[in-house]
């Protein structure tokens, strides 16, 4: 079955760009989008924004000033970039597949714990 | 913007015990809304999708109603293995997750 691994730095700098990757295994990564959520602590769930894998992207109206995304279909990758990154942006970042046909994201990955401190 | 709220934010009940939580969204999203029950450490998991549809492998103690702007979730006998976090999600217009209903055992 399809599975989702997130990786990147644990640490990020205020001010700085946060920048991570969720590598797609078990199946293609075509047909679908993909999309990155996160979870601050202590709060829900926020999504950020979802990716097709011809590179049609879409974000949250919040966060769309600082946020891009980008897929490799080679390496069944697709990455998340967030410049001038604050405290607030600490949490659990998740990537998980949306099932457009049918609703839902649906799996997600495990999640990593960025978190943005000097 | 679609703003969904969700009740109660969190919820005490009893093993056994009729569990529903309701969500509300600020427009009309036809059927389009999903479930989820997430547990601390581990990532969140579809329960339910198009407001009713249970995802294969959910047992069927879980249910979703509604359309339109409000929508129930429901567990018909509370089990230990329900403590967790759930949340509504629309995605008739981007995406949009509700607060979260901690539920707790009694």
């Known amino acids: 079955q399809v599975q989702l691994q997130e990786s990147g730095p644990g640490l990020v700098k205020p001010s700085e760009t946060l920048s991570l990757t969720c590598t797609v295994s078990g199946g293609s990564i075509s047909g679908y989008y993909w ?3 996160r979870q601050p602590p202590g709060k829900g769930l926020e999504w950020i924004g979802d990716i097709y894998d011809s590179g049609y992207s879409k974000y949250n109206p919040s966060l769309k000033s600082r946020v891009t995304m980008s897929v490799d279909t080679s390496r069944s990758q697709f990455s998340l970039k967030m410049t001038s990154v604050t405290a607030a942006d600490t949490a659990v970042y998740y990537c998980a597949r949306y099932k457009w046909h049918s609703g839902g994201f649906d799996p997600w990955g495990q999640g990593t714990l960025v978190t943005v401190s000097a | 913007d679609i703003q969904m709220t969700q009740s109660p934010s969190s919820l005490s009940a009893s ?8 969500c509300q969204a600020s427009q009309d999203i036809r059927n389009y809304l999903s479930w989820y029950q997430h547990k601390p450490g581990k990532a969140p998991k579809l329960l339910i999708h198009d407001a009713s549809i249970l995802e294969v492998g959910v047992p069927s103690r879980f249910s979703g109603s509604g359309s339109g702007t409000d929508f129930t979730f429901t567990i018909s006998a509370l089990q230990p293995e329900d403590i967790a ?3 509504c999600q629309q995605y008739t217009d981007l995406h949009t997750f509700g607060q979260g209903t901690k539920l707790e055992i009694k």
Request: aromatic share 22%.
């Open chain 2, 15 to 22: 093993v056994g015990d009729r569990v529903t939580i309701t």
């Open chain 2, 85 to 87: 976090t759930y949340y």
């Open chain 1, 35 to 37: 999309s990155w959520i």
